[in-house]
């Protein structure tokens, strides 16, 4: 299925055994199952952290800093009440994870057919911009859900504790309406995060083997690959939470007060409470980015898809150029 399109970003080694073809539906399935255990199992480790920063959003009173929210939060609820939330949190992220990642690689290839090989590797920041934005719209509806039920069992005292309790409780209370509220806001989060993480990403692993890395990256060893994998992705989460802290307030200021709106819950946050727990979330989602990312190329790895370099410069391109240099 890979078109001459998109020969500059799936060029692989000749020597590469490959269980599948680049652009096929298994190559595509495995790439969903990657992004399922990337997104799932990384969200869910930081369900405590999480839980902190959400409670210093909604309640800063209390909650003043990371040191002082862990403390509060031990001494009312405990060590297990570090673990709140963590099923919609698994369930919700994996079924994001699963349209984040697989259809990221459905969106670039489609969009690099569309454009051409040329255009492909000229304007490959806006495509790497455009087929995470089109992938994370589809992500959001899945996960939003989820989402909204977790805020609630974080941030609202005796409200409910589990998923079970906690799911018919917003469907009885507020319908689908209470479940999806959140999901403008939630765009406005996810979309500029999942535009960083990827484009940064995608350049920041270009830029290492460029000019960081001391060989070729077909001279790499797959351990050395996948630690410039963690690396790449750890600098784009850094970007990622700066950029979506804003709309990430409004979310849980929003799901943790009924009947208001995402205007309402960022005048009621403030310029200062719409960057409250910024330092948490850039400690978390530095790390959560770069596991991601370390997760979903070992699953590419394991079951050996292709896994294409950075993009080189069609030939074509490479004429071009050297043609308009000698007239």
Not at 84 to 95: D, E, H, N, R, V
Not at 139 to 144: H, K, S, Y
């Amino acid at each position: 299925m890979a078109k001459a399109s998109v020969s500059c970003l799936i060029k692989e080694n000749a020597t590469e055994q490959n269980s599948c073809e680049f652009g096929s539906m298994k190559y595509y399935a495995f790439c969903g199952l990657g992004g399922i255990l990337s997104c799932g199992i990384t969200h869910t480790a930081v369900v405590p952290l999480d839980l902190v920063k959400c409670r210093m959003q909604v309640d800063p009173a209390k909650y003043k800093n990371i040191i002082n929210g862990f403390k509060v939060t031990l001494a009312e609820d405990g060590v297990r009440g570090l673990g709140k939330g963590w099923a919609p949190t698994f369930i919700g992220y994996s079924m994001q994870g699963l349209f984040k990642f697989g259809f990221y690689e459905v969106f670039k290839t489609l969009y690099s057919e569309l454009l051409g090989e040329e255009k492909t590797y000229l304007y490959r920041t806006s495509l790497y911009l455009a087929a995470s934005a089109s992938a994370e719209f589809f992500a959001d509806i899945a996960l939003c859900p989820m989402e909204a039920v977790k805020v609630r069992i974080q941030t609202q005292p005796g409200w409910a504790t589990t998923l079970r309790q906690g799911l018919p409780k917003i469907m009885n209370e507020e319908g689908l309406r209470g479940l999806y509220k959140g999901l403008p806001p939630l765009w406005m989060r996810q979309i500029p995060y999942t535009m960083m993480k990827f484009a940064a990403f995608e350049r920041t692993v270009e830029f290492l083997y460029k000019h960081v890395v001391p060989k070729p990256r077909n001279q790499c060893s797959k351990p050395e690959q996948l630690v410039i994998t963690f690396a790449a992705g750890y600098i784009a989460g850094v970007f990622c939470a700066i950029v979506s802290h804003p709309a990430d307030s409004v979310v849980s200021k929003l799901n943790n007060d009924k009947g208001s709106t995402a205007v309402q819950a960022a005048k009621s946050l403030g310029w200062n409470g719409l960057w409250k727990g910024l330092f948490a979330r850039i400690i978390m989602i530095g790390t959560l980015t770069g596991l991601q990312w370390f997760i979903y190329d070992t699953v590419k790895v394991i079951f050996r898809l292709p896994r294409p370099p950075p993009p080189e410069m069609p030939e074509s391109l490479k004429r071009k150029l050297e043609a308009n240099e000698s007239h």
